[in-house]
């Protein structure tokens, strides 16, 4: 099994910053794609970004493509999502996640492996 476990989140202002990073432990080596999805208040899960093992190809929703950027790094065992302009309705608790079987996942089915969330505030 892969153990996930999200830091980063925060309170911020509109127009601000922040770094999201997700360590991996367990059966990392097993993971293949992994991804960000965030979920607010009386909202469904929505996917935010995913990312490949290799790190060259990545996904954005279009409400983030410009402001949020992905990264991993595979000897730390670390995703890192990278949040620039935020805005109100960036907020949510976002996840970090995990896909076995999937190069470039995207679907919440895809991913097998969750982390607890982190809370992210934007104020306006």
């Known amino acids: 099994q892969v153990q996930l476990v999200e830091s980063g989140g925060g309170l911020v202002q509109a127009g601000g910053s922040l770094r999201l990073s997700c360590a991996a432990s367990?059966?990392?080596?097993?993971?293949?794609?992994m991804g960000w999805f965030r979920q607010a208040p009386g909202k469904e899960r929505e996917f935010v970004s995913g990312i490949a093992r290799d790190g060259g190809n990545t996904l954005y929703t279009d409400s983030v493509k410009g402001r949020f950027a992905i990264s991993r790094d595979n000897v730390k065992n670390t995703v890192v999502l990278q949040m620039n302009s935020l805005k109100p309705e960036d907020t949510a608790v976002y996840y970090c996640?995990?896909?076995?079987?999937?190069?470039?996942?995207?679907?919440?089915?895809?991913?097998?492996?969750w982390g607890q969330g982190t809370q992210v505030t934007v104020s306006s």
């Open positions: 367990g059966r990392f080596f097993s993971i293949i794609g």
């Open positions: 996640a995990g896909s076995t079987n999937k190069w470039l996942p995207r679907s919440i089915t895809d991913f097998n492996s």
